[in-house]
Nanobody, 118 residues
Framework: QVRLVESGGGLVQLGGSLRLSCAAS????????MAWYRQAPGKQRELVAQSTSGGSTNYADSVKGRFTISRDNAKNTLYLQMNSLKPEDTAVYYC????????????WGQGTQVTVSS
């Protein structure tokens, strides 16, 4: 069982920045994929950014050029640097991991609220 704990959410003004952290309960160096999802009120959960163990990253079109996903394997932590925040970025942000590509075992964090005021 992998535990994921997010932190770093909060209230920020339009154009501001936040950095989210996701601390894992064990080494993430071999995790096949780690990602950030978000869910706004009344909307489906959507992928924001993903990082694979092979080093590739991908982003939702809505955040490209503004958000950066990164891993610190030494700290077992995933980050999401969010710049130029917009009110439409307001959501609960969830950390996710798929441990390996052979199984469908996945884990989710409890979520952290990000609110962007205009």
């Amino acid at each position: 069982q992998v535990r994921l704990v997010e932190s770093g959410g909060g209230l920020v003004q339009l154009g501001g920045s936040l950095r989210l952290s996701c601390a894992a309960s064990e080494s993430i160096i071999s995790f096949a994929a780690m990602a950030w999802y978000r869910q706004a009120p009344g909307k489906q959960r959507e992928l924001v950014a993903q990082s694979t163990s092979g080093g590739s990253t991908n982003y939702a079109d809505s955040v490209k050029g503004r958000f950066t996903i990164s891993r610190d394997n030494a700290k077992n932590t995933l980050y999401l640097q969010m710049n130029s925040l917009k009110p439409e970025d307001t959501a609960v942000y969830y950390c996710y991991t798929r441990v390996n590509w052979l199984t469908a075992t996945t884990y989710w964090g409890q979520g952290t609220q990000v609110t962007v005021s205009s």
